[in-house]
């Protein structure tokens, strides 16, 4: 399997803008989560979502900001209007449910760098 | 509300040291505690992972352990090298079949040549 693939990897937007996040989990994975990393407050949790249906949201900072997964193989984060304090790496994971034995071990993407001018 | 601590921050180290890497953690009833390593502008790639019946776990060079009634954990590093230099985040997850991860913000080693 290819990972977990996030889209765009860097993007440089103006404030104001509307900022769309790409995720595609790995295959067969039931859980995927959308995480924020800045150097002040490290890796949060936004929202996460189970068999496509959000479970979480209590991460989201604002109003601003909204998270889909209209289907297993797909979801967005999108950010409208984007501030400069938006700026960050966004990360998206992912992992399969399983029974005690199986590790639950999650999967990230390797990040979208977001900066907002 | 669970919070994860990892001190000291950054941590530098000659080659072929041995080394420990601490993680403490407030609420002692977890599910699983697992290490993970970031390489600058990349994404987290997992380490080890210690279900809460375990006291320890085994990769290669590395070891993790885990002492629930303490609310700690040890990343334990063999042998270190210039390849090692990351850094290194531990997340717990809480009990329940929704719970989520709560990271810690992570060391960052260097390991000089």
């Known amino acids: 399997d290819a990972g977990v693939i996030q889209s765009p990897r860097h993007e440089v937007t103006e404030m104001g803008q509307e900022v769309t996040l790409r995720c595609k989990p790995i295959s067969g994975h039931d859980y995927l989560f959308w995480y924020r990393q800045t150097m002040m407050r490290g890796l949060e949790l936004l929202i996460y979502f189970n068999n496509n249906v959000p479970i979480d949201d209590s991460g989201m900072p604002e109003d601003r900001f909204s998270a889909k997964m209209p289907n297993a193989s797909f979801s967005t984060l999108k950010i409208q209007p984007s501030e400069p304090r938006d700026s960050a790496v966004y990360f998206c994971?992912?992992?399969?449910?399983?029974?005690?034995?199986?590790?639950?071990?999650?999967?990230f993407g390797e990040g979208s760098w977001l900066t907002v001018v | 509300k669970q919070e994860v601590t990892q001190i000291p921050a950054a941590l530098s180290v000659p080659e072929g040291e041995n080394l420990v890497l601490n993680c403490s953690f407030t609420d002692s009833a977890i599910y699983n505690l697992q290490w993970f390593r970031q390489d600058p502008g990349k994404g987290l790639t997992s380490l080890l992972l210690i279900q809460s019946s375990q006291r320890e776990q085994t990769s290669g060079r590395l070891n993790a352990s885990l002492d629930k009634s303490s609310g700690r954990s040890t990343l334990y590093i063999a042998a270190s090298q210039p390849g090692d230099s990351a850094t290194y985040l531990c997340a717990v997850r809480d009990p329940g079949a929704n719970s989520k991860l709560t990271f810690g913000k992570g060391i960052t080693l260097s390991v000089r040549p």
């Open positions: 994971a992912s992992r399969q449910t399983g029974g005690h034995s199986s590790g639950n071990t999650i999967y």
